[in-house]
């Protein structure tokens, strides 16, 4: 089975810097593509930042290019999203997930497995 456990949230000032931690099991994790989504109260769940199966390959959502950055341990079966220059408006439930092939995928249906989130909250 499966598993996907995200870490690293908490409360942080505006510009201040988090880093999310997602450790997955139950898969050959280095043969899938990894991604961030967040949801914040109210609102749809929506992308953050993908990277492929070999971590050469990544992309981030506009609203945090420059800000964020993912990358991934294909050794410790981890993936992680740096978060800098944090905002108000970065404030949601972080999840990580396990995309259905090799290459970064954006939509929240190219990903299968999805772990339970983790809290971040920003504030002013």
């Known amino acids: 089975q499966v598993q996907l456990v995200e870490s690293g949230g908490g409360l942080v000032q505006a510009g201040g810097s988090l880093r999310l931690s997602c450790a997955a099991s139950?898969?050959?994790?280095?043969?899938?593509?990894m991604g961030w989504f967040r949801q914040a109260p109210g609102k749809e769940r929506e992308f953050v930042a993908a990277i492929n199966w070999s971590g050469a390959s990544t992309y981030v959502a506009d609203s945090v290019k420059g800000r964020f950055t993912i990358s991934r341990d294909n050794a410790k079966n981890t993936v992680y999203l740096q978060m800098n220059s944090l905002r108000p408006e970065d404030t949601a439930v972080y999840y990580c997930a396990s995309g259905v092939g090799t290459k970064l995928r954006v939509a929240r249906y190219e990903y299968d497995y999805w772990g339970q989130g983790t809290q971040v909250t920003v504030s002013s």
């Open positions: 139950g898969r050959t994790f280095g043969s899938y593509a």
